[in-house]
Nanobody
Framework: QVSLVESGGGLVQPGGSLRLTCAASGSIFSSDDMGWYRQGPGKEREWVATIYRGVITNYRDSVKGRFTVSRDGAKNTMFLQMNSLRPDDTAVYFC?????????WGQGTQVTVSS
């Protein structure tokens, strides 16, 4: 059984920064692909970033250069460093892991960017 718990969300002013953490428990592999998704108010869930096999990263265009995804394989933890935050980054952020051909999701953490 795999479980994911996100933390680090909160209220931040435009231009500010936050660091999200996703803690995974269970018998996952350091080579499992992990990612971040978000769902803004009245919007569908959208992909934000992925880290493949703990090394290769990919981002949606709107966050490139502002967000950085990383992973501590030894601690089964993934991070999302978010800089230069904008109001349209406001959303519930979810982490995801693809493990043995199954997808697992956390409960999400709220990020609100507002002055």
């Amino acid at each position: 059984q795999v479980s994911l718990v996100e933390s680090g969300g909160g209220l931040v002013q435009p231009g500010g920064s936050l660091r999200l953490t996703c803690a995974a428990s269970g018998s996952i592999f350091s080579s499992d692909d992990m990612g971040w998704y978000r769902q803004g108010p009245g919007k569908e869930r959208e992909w934000v970033a992925t880290i493949y096999r703990g090394v290769i990263t990919n981002y949606r265009d709107s966050v490139k250069g502002r967000f950085t995804v990383s992973r501590d394989g030894a601690k089964n933890t993934m991070f999302l460093q978010m800089n230069s935050l904008r109001p349209d980054d406001t959303a519930v952020y979810f982490c995801n892991i693809r493990h043995l051909n199954a997808n697992y999701w956390g409960q999400g953490t709220q990020v609100t960017v507002s002055s």
